[in-house]
């Protein structure tokens, strides 16, 4: 099975500060990357995702993430965080056709503070 | 606009006891998932369903069974609950091949 970590288990910052989620994969063969975030008391939700193309993917809320091969890692982005960005971030990775075969992160917990 | 329904936000059972977690969606999905959410280790896939009655096991399956008689409704069940089932319990569902997996609030079980 795909092994995903990430390497940050507890993430504080500030309001309007930059902020980076790292993730790094094991696989050898192409997979199809997700960010899944999932705020207080609710289940979790797509943020973005890498399946082909640009390696460079971008949420609609001001996200980012970049998929790096050689270094087998998807590391999430946001320039400038919002309290309402508070929440817990999955990296899922898939390797084959089937997304049952998706992998999930331990979690990183983004605390936006103001 | 809740498309995945989990029936129980919270449950609270004595070990031994047959546990039911009900998940209905509404999107006309052929997929159908259950996950097991622990602090530290993320989401690990217990079952997951392709179509009616069919079901597959997943990366923990044992103590666990699952139902699908209709399309959109998927169960879990504890045959006999432990305490090491003590967990959140996530349902998704999904088109096959889309990769984008729409998840229920979740339902977190107590066993005591």
């Known amino acids: 099975a795909q092994s995903v970590t990430q390497l940050d288990s507890q993430v504080p910052v500030f309001e309007e500060a930059p902020v980076e989620l790292r993730c790094n994969y094991s696989?050898?063969?192409?997979?199809?990357l997700f960010w899944y975030v999932q705020y207080p008391n609710q289940g979790l939700q797509l943020l973005l995702k890498y399946l082909s193309g640009s390696t460079l993917v971008e949420s609609i809320n001001g996200f980012e993430a970049e998929f790096n091969k050689s270094q087998t890692s998807f590391h999430l982005r946001k320039p400038s965080v919002h309290i309402s960005d508070t929440a817990e971030y999955f990296c899922a990775v898939s390797e084959g056709t089937d997304d049952y075969k998706l992998s999930f992160g331990a979690g990183t917990t983004v605390t936006v503070r103001a | 606009d809740v498309k995945v329904t989990q029936s129980s936000r919270y449950l609270v059972k004595r070990t031994g006891e047959k546990v039911f977690l009900e998940c209905v969606q509404d999107m006309d999905h052929e997929n159908m998932f259950w996950y097991r959410q622990d602090p530290g280790l993320g989401l690990r896939l217990i079952y997951f369903s392709y179509d009616v009655k069919m079901k597959e096991k997943g990366d923990i399956p044992e103590g666990y069974s699952v139902s699908r008689e209709k399309k959109e409704r998927f169960s879990l069940i504890l045959e006999s609950a432990s305490t090491n089932q003590t967990s959140m319990y996530l349902c998704?569902?999904?088109?096959?091949?889309?990769?984008?997996?729409?998840f229920g609030a979740g339902s977190r079980l107590t066993v005591l």
């Open positions: 998704a569902s999904s088109f096959p091949g889309r990769y984008v997996l729409t």
């Open positions: 696989s050898s063969v192409s997979v199809y």
